[in-house]
């Protein structure tokens, strides 16, 4: 599982659903593991499959359609609702995602999402509309998130950016997780409390 984001060029799964809550997302029945791998497979499971044994696939749904393919999810907005399970974020990284997109994320989910090497962008209801409208026409349609540059964009050219916390912006470009932060400014760290020991 890749940690270090940068630029991510890929085609997008349009989810263009609504208030798609946290146990939708991977259901409380799935949540007995601790390991943040295989979660992927019961990503939306419920909408997914009609059964409990995955022989019947929902043909309507977007994860089941052959022609949405790649590591960005667009969603609608309110995205990430509900209750606060981290292993929302762990089912979409795990599947294969790399980028959400949605015009609004609930502030837990999104800061699930960053701890763990997902990036959450939020864009203008209006661009959202945009990238559902460019899939639908060409489900090839590639997207590129740039996270140095904080911009997405579409093929035609037209882009809008998008804001994120500089300490999460840093971590992710380095696939740093806190610990792997600190470990990083371990000199600036000891410098700084040798020059304040000498002050007392």
Not at 39 to 55: A, H, I, Q, S, V
Not at 75 to 82: D, V
Not at 83 to 111: L, Q, T
Request: aromatic content about 12%.
């Amino acid at each position: 599982m890749s940690k270090q984001l940068n630029i991510v060029r890929s085609p997008a799964v349009p989810l263009n659903m609504e208030n798609v809550d946290t146990d939708q997302i991977i259901p409380a029945r799935f949540l007995k593991a601790t390991s943040r791998e295989g979660f992927g497979k019961n990503l939306f499971r419920d909408w997914r499959y009609e059964n409990d044994d995955d022989t019947k696939p929902r043909k309507g749904f977007p994860l089941n359609n052959p022609v949405y393919k790649g590591k960005i999810l667009v969603a609608a907005k309110n995205f990430g609702c509900g209750s606060s399970r981290e292993h929302a974020a762990w089912a979409i990284k795990d599947y294969g995602f790399d980028v959400v997109i949605s015009s609004f994320f609930a502030d837990i989910f999104k800061n699930n999402a960053l701890n763990n090497f997902l990036l959450p962008v939020t864009v203008s209801e209006g661009f959202l509309q945009k990238l559902f409208a460019a899939i639908e026409k060409d489900p090839a349609t590639e997207l590129e998130v740039n996270l140095q540059e904080q911009t997405i964009k579409l093929p035609d050219g037209s882009w809008q950016a998008f804001e994120i916390n500089n300490y999460k912006k840093t971590c992710l470009l380095n696939g740093y997780d806190d610990i792997d932060y600190l470990l990083s400014i371990k000199d600036d760290i000891n410098s700084y409390e040798t020059k304040r020991a000498f002050q007392f």
